[in-house]
């Protein structure tokens, strides 16, 4: 409850996490906001049948609201003006204003408690982040709208958040890495997936570090578990480094 | 969306590009091609003929089975350790038939040509009209190819608008050298360009027009001009495909005996992962390709036997360096350069 979880990946793609994540939550009953921005709705949907969850059916039941950025992104540029009350989410496109105040407010107004909402917790899901920067959003507005999210659904809504940045070793993109940096800093559970140093194998796909913050702020240390995975269609296996099925 | 980094001189890009674009001829789908360089017409004129099916599979299966019946009888003596291990396919085999194959040597005839519905753009012919979208702070040049591109997209009834049309069929979209200077955009010019994010905007556009209609593009850009390395990442974020294609001519590879008998390697930095968790990896991330008279293959690489007396140092540490760029291609995989040290 109340948790900030810090999904990343380096030199892989951890797009699985958002999936499990996503169909997790929805089977645990609670209510999900999920901002979308870099597939669209259908590849999540399929994925996610695969995984046992049915997207559509948690949309009509009003458990799941649903941004797909690249849809909202069309409808900005080439649909006709936008009706006064739905202001587009990613307004910030058009250059009008250069903060992303009208994404916040998706958010919130998705996940507020409306009349008649049996659901456990609220969820925001976003996926992902590093996008709003290739949109020409600046990096402190991006830090602004997930400390604005953090205040409404982790402390006011007791909710939980969960978001996707992509970072790489070496990286040139400063903007990305200061986004990333600091989010690190304010998370209470990263999840890092890392594709393997030394190269691409068939059978381990990477490695994934657990980083648990046990106090904000007390100097703790943090814990640190790592495992290694491999990805198969309907499900992703774990196993301790060094220990996968090929070897044994 | 399937974006290719160009060689230095555009040569075997320009080459993939056609293919695409011959292939959709073939299949029946409708073309739009783009272009700031070159006139698109000009471009369609060239494009490589298709071979008839039944001579060339012929060719390739009389190949394919008298190498299969040589190798048989020989077993191995000094490494028998891998008999075992099946049979390398450097190139594909006869009975995985997906696509047609084409003869770089011939054009492709104008009456195919005509064929299918061809939509072009080339921007020094567009009118300085104002587009009627908002151009949120775009490169007008790109805005202009993307509202192009919607028009096409919802007058054709690509993106299923139109429920009276029976047969839907497929949009084939060909961008070439998208971000060189001709369009307007310096980002290939200089180390801060002054709007970096124009191009990584145009691909979001243009992402999401294609998730929402029956499309798929091909987008060749000179990525080896381009100086500013974060835009290249954020840009393989937001592509399905990403591919390079690096040429030896010109670079000290060309002579080193190692690659004498490819003209290029192909990097593999991304493939797409759609509708699925897992994508499609092939055993092998090290491809390179030539072009011979007829044909342009892309085969795995594989060196030939180290033979001469005089090993030199330099040359196998060189080619220790970049065979570790090779594997490590892909970037839904890993990236490996230094744990490796055999």
Known sequence: QGKFTLLRDTRTDGSFLVHHFLSFYLRAGCKVCFVALLQSFSHYSIVAQKLGVSLAAAKERGQLVFLEGLKSCLDLLFGEEEQPGQPNPLQFLSGSSCDLRALFDFVRVSLGAAAGDSWKGPVLLVDDLSVLLSLGAAPVAVLDFIHYCRVCVCCQLKGNVVVLVHSNEDSEDEENELVVNSLCHHSDLILWAEGLATGFCKDVHGQIKIIKRLSLRQAEQDVVQIYQYKIQDRNVTFFARGLSAAVL | ?342
């Open chain 2, 1 to 342: 969306l399937f974006f290719t980094e160009e060689d230095k001189y555009g040569l075997y890009s320009n080459l993939l590009f056609k293919y695409f674009l011959a292939e959709g001829i073939v299949c029946g789908h409708d073309l739009f091609v783009a272009s700031a360089k070159e006139h698109p017409d000009n471009i369609l004129k060239e494009l490589p003929a298709p071979l008839l099916d039944d001579s060339y599979r012929k060719e390739l299966g009389d190949e394919a089975a008298a190498m299969k019946s040589e190798d048989f009888q020989d077993s191995m003596k000094i490494a028998w350790r891998y008999q075992n291990l099946p049979k390398m396919e450097t190139s594909p085999t006869t009975y995985t038939r997906f696509g047609h194959y084409y003869d770089v040597s011939k054009k492709m005839s104008p009456e195919l040509c005509q064929s299918v519905k061809l939509h072009s753009f080339y921007l020094h012919e567009e009118l300085p009209v104002e587009p009627k979208m908002k151009t949120c702070n775009m490169n007008s040049g790109y805005a202009r190819l993307l509202q192009s591109i919607q028009r096409i997209i919802s007058q054709e009834g690509f993106d299923g608008s139109d429920p009276q049309k029976k047969q839907r069929n497929v949009l084939r979209i060909g961008i070439q050298s998208l971000g060189s200077i001709l369009w307007g955009d310096d980002v290939c010019c200089s180390d801060a360009p002054e709007d970096p994010q124009s191009l990584t905007k145009f691909l979001y556009v243009l992402r999401g027009l294609l998730r929402k209609s029956l499309s798929a593009c091909i987008i060749t850009v000179p990525a080896h001009l381009i100086q500013n390395k974060a835009i290249m990442e954020r840009v393989t974020n937001l592509s399905d495909m990403v591919v390079g294609l690096e040429s030896f001519i010109g670079s000290e590879r060309e002579t080193n005996p190692l690659y004498k008998d490819y003209h290029g390697l192909v990097h593999v930095h991304q493939i797409p992962r759609l509708n699925s968790l897992i994508c499609d990896v092939s055993d092998t991330k090290d491809l390179a390709f030539r072009l011979k008279r007829k044909q342009f293959t892309i085969e795995r690489l594989h060196l030939p036997p180290d033979l001469s007396d005089t090993v030199s140092r330099a040359s196998k540490q060189d080619l220790a360096g970049s065979t570790k760029l090779l594997s490590s291609g892909c970037g839904a995989m890993a990236i490996g350069k230094k744990h490796l040290d055999f």
